[in-house]
T-cell receptor
Framework: EPEVTQTPSHQVTQMGQEVILRCVPI?????FYWYRQILGQKVEFLVS????????KSEIFDDQFSVERPDGSNFTLKIRSTKLEDSAMYFC??????????FGEGSRLTVL | KQEVTQIPAALSVPEGENLVLNCSFT??????LQWFRQDPGKGLTSLLL?????REQTSGRLNASLDKSSGRSTLYIAASQPGDSATYLC????????????????FGKGTHLIIQP
């Protein structure tokens, strides 16, 4: 059973369109994260989210990105105006009690 | 800025061999280190988490060691099996600002491991 469930598993969109990726943590934990992995490259940290607020973000997480937890359960990553270079796997993650990080299966985003 | 390097980038060995994967990081002020496994097109599966106060951690055929002062960790896989074929990733806290639970992880590029039957 995955620690977090991500939807959609794959999304294809046109450049300039808005995309929302969703994550549903199974356990009620406070820290959540978004990471991305461009094909063939390293997994990169985007943002951490604690107690319904952004806690830390990397230089990748610019004004095109936003995160929220609108209903107290789903955790979303929004990309406002997608670019070709946003094509990647996007992973949601949460921490366990010891600080161990658990990832979802990822959402593959393809921008055409 | 934290950087993580993993050596070798790829490794192919016959089934049954013991092997060692290496990870080095530039900022030794880490509070833990985590090893992951990634299968093609899949998410990351946590293998082992080593706290900074520990020198090693074991899970089944896997043993990970940590030497903070030298900025190194190794993942030892005993009696390798074809099912161990995957990419193995090492990750440490990025130490961006506040640290602690909010800190992101910095990953290496991974070691692509193939175990030949």
């Amino acid at each position: 059973e995955p620690e977090v469930t991500q939807t959609p598993s794959h999304q294809v969109t046109q450049m300039g369109q808005e995309v929302i990726l969703r994550c549903v943590p199974i356990s009620n934990h406070l820290y959540f994260y978004w990471y991305r992995q461009i094909l063939g490259q390293k997994v990169e940290f985007l943002v951490s989210f604690y107690n319904n607020e952004i806690s830390e973000k990397s230089e990748i997480f610019d004004d095109q990105f936003s995160v929220e937890r609108p209903d107290g359960s789903n955790f979303t990553l929004k990309i406002r105006s997608t670019k070709l270079e946003d094509s990647a796997m996007y992973f949601c993650a949460r921490t366990g009690n010891t600080g161990e990080l658990f990832f979802g299966e990822g959402s593959r985003l393809t921008v055409l | 800025k934290q950087e993580v390097t993993q050596i070798p980038a790829a490794l192919s060995v016959p089934e049954g061999e013991n092997l060692v994967l290496n990870c080095s990081f530039t900022d030794s002020a880490i509070y833990n280190l985590q090893w992951f496994r990634q299968d093609p097109g899949k998410g990351l599966t946590s293998l082992l988490l080593i706290q900074s106060s520990q020198r090693e951690q074991t899970s089944g055929r896997l043993n990970a060691s940590l030497d903070k002062s030298s900025g190194r960790s190794t993942l030892y896989i005993a009696a390798s099996q074809p099912g161990d074929s995957a990419t193995y990733l090492c990750a440490v806290p990025a130490l961006l600002y506040s640290g602690g639970g909010a800190d992101g992880l910095t990953f290496g590029k991974g070691t692509h491991l193939i175990i030949q039957p």
